[in-house]
């Protein structure tokens, strides 16, 4: 069964980092690419980038560009989210999801599916 | 950036009812759209993709459609289990944008 696991909450002072894991198992991780969300209290989604796991590289959200890095380790299928220089506006639960790309008739290229998602990170940052 | 308005925001329904939430893309995507649900304390769960395919294992009772700027989500009855809020996702380009949400609440 495929799973995301991630890691536990952290509080964090404003200026700090955190790094937040996603333990991947069931699937081949290297077959898909991760994108990572967040969701402020009571707010709606947010996008702040993906990764691919086969080659490592990146697109990020411009206004996180900076301040975020996303990472893979493929001899332990888990995906990582660095966020630095933290604001209270960063607090937010902070998920990962795997994307996966489907191939549909007559489309030039796959959507794009985030159809596998961790439990989700809560991160505060606060003085 | 590509913007997503969904719209109402909120909606009051009936268990049976036909429910539609609506969104629209500030510039065409082409049908790179996509429909998550989510509960309350629960990780998003998509339910549509190429906005009109049906995720595995998603009720038949979900439906999307459109094309170009203008996208819906269907609900042909409403379940108490459906009552959750529901976001549409631009896949046409970066930054993947999310609508801000509709809720769909028990009346």
């Known amino acids: 069964q495929v799973h995301l696991v991630q890691s536990g909450a952290e509080m964090k002072k404003p200026g700090a980092s955190v790094k937040v894991s996603c333990k991947a198992s069931g699937y081949t991780f290297t077959s898909y690419a991760f994108s990572w969300v967040r969701q402020a209290p009571g707010q709606g989604l947010e996008w702040m980038g993906w990764?691919?796991?086969?080659?490592?590289?990146?697109n990020y959200a411009q206004n996180l560009q900076g301040r975020v890095t996303m990472t893979t380790d493929t001899s332990t299928s888990t995906a990582y989210m660095e966020l630095r220089s933290l604001r209270s506006d960063d607090t937010a639960i902070y998920y990962c999801?795997?994307?996966?790309?489907?191939?549909?008739?007559?489309?030039?290229?796959?959507?794009?599916?985030?159809?596998?998602w961790g439990q989700g990170t809560l991160v505060t940052v606060s003085s | 950036d590509i913007q997503m308005t969904q719209s109402p925001s909120s909606l009051s329904a009936s268990v049976g009812d036909r429910v539609t939430v609506t969104c629209r893309a500030s510039?065409?995507?082409?049908?790179?759209l996509n429909w998550y649900q989510q509960k309350p304390g629960k990780a998003p769960k998509v339910l549509i993709y190429a906005a009109s395919s049906l995720q595995s294992g998603v009720p038949s009772r979900f439906s999307g459609s459109g094309s170009g700027t203008y996208f819906t989500l269907t609900i042909s009855s409403l379940q108490p289990e459906d009552f959750a809020t529901y976001y549409c996702?631009?896949?046409?380009?970066?930054?993947?944008?999310f609508g801000q949400g509709t809720k769909v609440e028990i009346k």
């Open positions: 990764i691919s796991t086969y080659n490592g590289n990146t």
């Open positions: 510039h065409s995507v082409n049908n790179y």
């Open positions: 996702q631009q896949t046409y380009n970066d930054p993947r944008t």
């Open positions: 999801a795997r994307v996966s790309g489907v191939l549909v008739p007559a489309a030039p290229r796959p959507h794009q599916v985030f159809d596998v």
